[in-house]
């Protein structure tokens, strides 16, 4: 029978074909075979026309690997139960705009494992660009760079083409990460990539804008020109407000110094002219623009202006900030210009000169008139009824750079007239840095009876009366010492700063403590030790809460605290010596003295003191005048006057 090869054939047929209900019956079938090189495993379909060979007892190692390898991939193909609960949740999820926010609210989860397998299962269904846009931007958001670049690349092979907004995500995304080696080289190859010959989305102004910032934020100078140098001067890739800011503020940067690299002071004023006048002829371009009515400008760019020009050491670049106001607002400027001899002639004395802080190694003194002549790009301009240049709206940051500017002018004056111009013709609250810096010019000018006068204007404004706010005012009081009025002054300051903050200032009350004492008049010298006191009971009560809840105080804290608290024992010493006291009040402020004195050597033992440290401490807490009070305290001369302690409504000494 199995000699004729057809017979074999129809025999080998019926067999192969043979299709049993249960796999065991067939496998008991195949047994009863004489064929036991042709086994059929259970795995192989039942209706299958071909035959793996199963030998029986070990099997080849290439035959078990091939075999695995095979149950593998049907194990890959078959999904899984969290893939079936995807897409039961995508079936519900047919509008693009639902998936994007379902996709949103699973990232908030920080979930992006969950993200991702939804973004996939649904690209195969529909376009879903919006979903793959928030998961890029949720790893740029995280400082994953990379993984955004790998979502980018998959979203592309996955048919999702990025759109504009995902090519905005991915630079803002590098703009965001400057402190990455090759953020510039990776954005600007997506950034020509737009430009690239078929590109299905054209790089716009935002785009150009946001690859400027990644420039901007990495330094990378080079960078910036070659696309600036490659934006049409019109059209709608044009540069806009946003670019000219950007540009500006860039220059400013790279004028700054590195820390790591050292240059000599010429060569850093060197650096930042140069960028200055670089600025100066963006500046013409902006104007000449502005006059067109193809670019607004607005305050952004005026203030980056403007503090370009506050960073240079020169006087004119300084009073061009003034023209620069009047040009672009419309403010016009309470001041002459620089250049006209009337300026020349009345713009500050040399004592204010030589006591400026800001800039001490400045030469403020005009010398060659022809250097000074301001350019014409900040000169004023009126806008006409046919042009559609409009002047720009001030706000806190023109009001802070202008007072700045007016501070190292020297010129009270001009902030004088700016600050009340600004917060009374225009809807500005100044803030706390306003207050700061505007507080800062009336002390350069000594005018501590109108800091008192500002102090009380903010009144209705709380939150900007800070604790360095007071201490910028009392300044202004130490610096105004020969005013006769200053004691006055100070006393008025002292009260809003008691009313206002939640806890006494140590600086501010030793500023007035220190004051009271350098004027020498007995009867100041006692209200304010007198006023100290009231201070003293809080302080102490600070420093000895040591709990780490509101009531203690920070390391900076205590060290004002404690040298308010040594002032306060010399001012002692200094009434018990030179005040007309009767015996009464001697004794009473010698035992007021006692306790502080042993409060703060206390104190200092708690902080780990040394017991030479501490006997050099109780030599400085003596003093001078303490000592001698120590050797003879019955040789004070109380002379024919006398001033006893007369306990009022203020709880002060007064003279009887």
Not at 89 to 109: C, F, M, N, T, W
Not at 324 to 332: G, N
Not at 334 to 363: C, F, K, W, Y
Not at 515 to 530: C, P, Q, R, V
Request: contains cysteine; proline residues 5%.
């Amino acid at each position: 029978m199995f000699s004729c090869p057809s017979c074999l054939r129809h025999c080998l047929k019926a067999v192969i074909e043979r299709t049993p209900t249960k796999v065991a019956t067939r496998t008991k079938y195949l047994e009863r075979t004489h064929h036991p090189a042709f086994v059929i495993p259970a795995s192989t379909r039942l209706l299958s026309t071909t035959v793996e060979p199963v030998f029986r007892g070990k099997p080849p190692p290439n035959v078990g690997q091939l075999i695995e390898h095979k149950s593998s991939e049907s194990k890959l193909q078959q999904p899984s139960h969290d893939e079936r609960h995807l897409r039961k949740e995508i079936s519900y999820l047919q509008d693009p705009l639902k998936l994007a926010d379902h996709v949103r609210q699973v990232l908030g989860q920080d979930d992006e494992e969950k993200a991702l397998a939804i973004a996939r299962l649904a690209s195969k269904n529909m376009s879903c660009i919006v979903s793959w846009n928030h998961i890029i931007n949720w790893n740029m958001s995280k400082g994953r760079v990379n993984s955004a670049l790998k979502i980018y690349n998959e979203m592309k092979k996955r048919a999702q083409f990025p759109d504009s907004h995902t090519y905005l995500l991915l630079l803002r995304g590098f703009a965001d990460n400057p402190q990455l080696p090759n953020s510039v080289p990776n954005a600007l190859k997506i950034y020509h990539s737009m430009s690239a010959a078929g590109a299905k989305v054209p790089p716009s102004i935002i785009h150009s804008n946001a690859m400027l910032k990644v420039c901007a934020r990495k330094h990378d100078m080079d960078a910036l020109w070659s696309v600036v140098s490659k934006m049409p001067d019109r059209g709608a890739r044009a540069p806009d407000t946003v670019t000219f800011t950007t540009i500006l503020n860039s220059l400013k940067q790279s004028a700054n110094t590195d820390p790591s690299i050292s240059l000599s002071q010429e060569e850093n004023e060197a650096r930042q002219q140069e960028a200055i006048m670089s600025g100066r002829g963006i500046w013409e371009d902006i104007v000449n623009r502005w006059r067109e009515g193809s670019l607004m400008i607005d305050e952004d760019l005026t203030c980056a202006m403007g503090r370009l020009l506050l960073m240079s050491p020169q006087k004119r670049d300084w009073d061009d900030i003034l023209s620069l106001i009047e040009q672009t607002m419309s403010i016009p400027r309470p001041i002459p210009r620089l250049s006209i001899a009337e300026r020349q002639d009345t713009h500050v004395s040399g004592i204010e000169a030589t006591e400026s802080s800001t800039a001490p190694n400045l030469t403020l003194s005009v010398s060659n008139t022809d250097e000074l002549q301001p350019g014409g790009e900040f000169n004023s301009y009126n806008p006409t009824k046919t042009t559609s240049a409009t002047y720009v709206q001030p706000s806190n940051n023109t009001l802070s750079l202008i007072v700045e500017a007016c501070f190292k002018l020297i010129s009270k004056k001009a902030a004088s007239a700016y600050w009340d111009e600004l917060t009374t013709k225009f809807p500005i609250s100044p803030d706390a840095d306003n207050l700061i810096l505007y507080l800062r010019c009336l002390r350069l000018s000594r005018s501590s009876s109108q800091t008192v006068d500002v102090l009380r204007s903010q009144l209705g404004h709380p939150e900007i009366l800070t604790a360095r706010a007071f201490r910028t005012a009392m300044s202004s009081c130490v610096r105004d010492k020969l005013n006769p009025n200053v004691m006055s002054n100070a006393k008025q300051i002292l009260d809003i700063a008691e009313n206002r903050l939640e806890k006494p200032d140590p600086a501010v009350g030793t500023m007035y403590l220190d004051l009271a004492m350098a004027t020498n008049d007995k009867a100041h010298m006692i209200y304010a030790l007198e006023r100290s006191n009231r201070m003293v009971v809080d302080i102490r009560s600070q420093l000895s809460y040591v709990s780490p809840f509101k009531g203690s105080m920070v390391t900076t804290e205590r060290t004002n605290a404690l040298d308010f608290l040594k002032r306060v024992l010399a001012a002692y010493n200094k009434v018990l010596l030179e005040c007309d006291l009767s015996h009464r009040a001697i004794s009473i402020y010698q035992e007021k003295r006692r306790k502080l004195t042993a409060f703060v050597q206390k104190t200092y033992k708690k902080q780990g003191m040394s017991g030479e440290e501490l006997t050099s401490l109780n030599k400085r807490l003596l003093g001078r005048r303490g000592r001698k009070l120590k050797k003879s305290p019955s040789t004070i001369d109380h002379g024919s006057r006398t001033l006893s302690l007369v306990p009022d409504d203020s709880g002060v000494l007064e003279n009887i």
